[in-house]
């Protein structure tokens, strides 16, 4: 159990689907984050919220769509997908001044 | 432009030998510095981390070491146990608070430690 919980753990889609990716922390933390892992690249940083408001987008096309309901949950919103966006998506937490915490991820795989 | 670089993909030792990860920055607002652990199937978890103003940290068997004019830390683990083989992120920060807390990592290195 690491406080972070992510669902689904993995997913197949084609690229006309939409489909909703969904992370829930049970740590109090005030901020949450999308991070996407490629074979052979590094962890890359898509979005963050903090105190519920996005305050950072590193350029993510528009076919990635973050919602941020509340302080404990993060979605990730899919549609148009590309077979280059098959990926492991990480969500995270932290509190203010405090390590990252990371859930274990959606193996997304676009076909 | 790649900004925090680990430049072994990949490292095997022995257990009871000393693990020795590498990991060099290259921006200079960085200011604090973590190290990652991940196993196959699961997300990172936090190891250690060190804030500029050391150069040294120290938590158990798990030693991080800056060398902040050479823009430089390292890893050590000792003794290396074959519980520890993971792929091992080395991730940087500019600090701050809130939304400034955000994290660049670099590719990692798989440590594989044999019996």
């Known amino acids: 159990e690491t406080g972070v919980t992510q669902t689904p753990r993995h997913l197949v889609m084609g690229m006309t689907n939409k489909k909703s990716l969904k992370c829930e922390q049970h740590l109090g933390h005030n901020a949450m984050y999308w991070y996407k892992q490629s074979a052979k690249k590094p962890l890359e940083l898509m979005f963050v919220?903090?105190?519920?408001?996005?305050?950072e987008n590193n350029s993510v096309p528009s076919r990635f769509s973050p919602e941020c309901p509340n302080s404990s949950h993060l979605f990730l919103h899919l549609h148009t997908l590309q077979p280059e966006d098959s990926a492991l998506y990480l969500c995270?937490?932290?509190?203010?001044?405090?390590?990252?915490?990371f859930g274990q991820g959606t193996r997304l795989t676009v076909v | 432009d790649q900004q925090v670089k680990q430049n072994s993909p990949s490292l095997s030792v022995q257990e009871g030998r000393i693990s020795i990860l590498n990991c060099d920055y290259t921006?200079?607002?960085?200011?604090?510095f973590l190290w990652y652990k991940k196993y196959p199937a699961e997300g990172p978890t936090f190891l250690i981390s060190i804030s500029s103003i050391k150069d040294k940290n120290e938590d158990g068997r798990f030693t991080v070491f800056l060398n902040k004019s050479a823009k430089h830390l390292s890893l050590h683990i000792v003794p290396s146990q074959p519980g520890d083989s993971a792929v091992y992120f080395c991730?940087?920060?500019?600090?701050?608070?809130?939304?400034?807390?955000?994290?660049?990592f670099g590719k990692g290195t798989l440590l594989t430690v044999n019996p």
């Open positions: 991730a940087a920060s500019p600090g701050g608070g809130g939304s400034n807390y955000k994290l660049t």
């Open positions: 919220y903090s105190l519920e408001e996005r305050v």
């Open positions: 921006n200079s607002m960085f200011d604090y």
């Open positions: 995270a937490s932290s509190q203010e001044f405090g390590e990252t915490f």
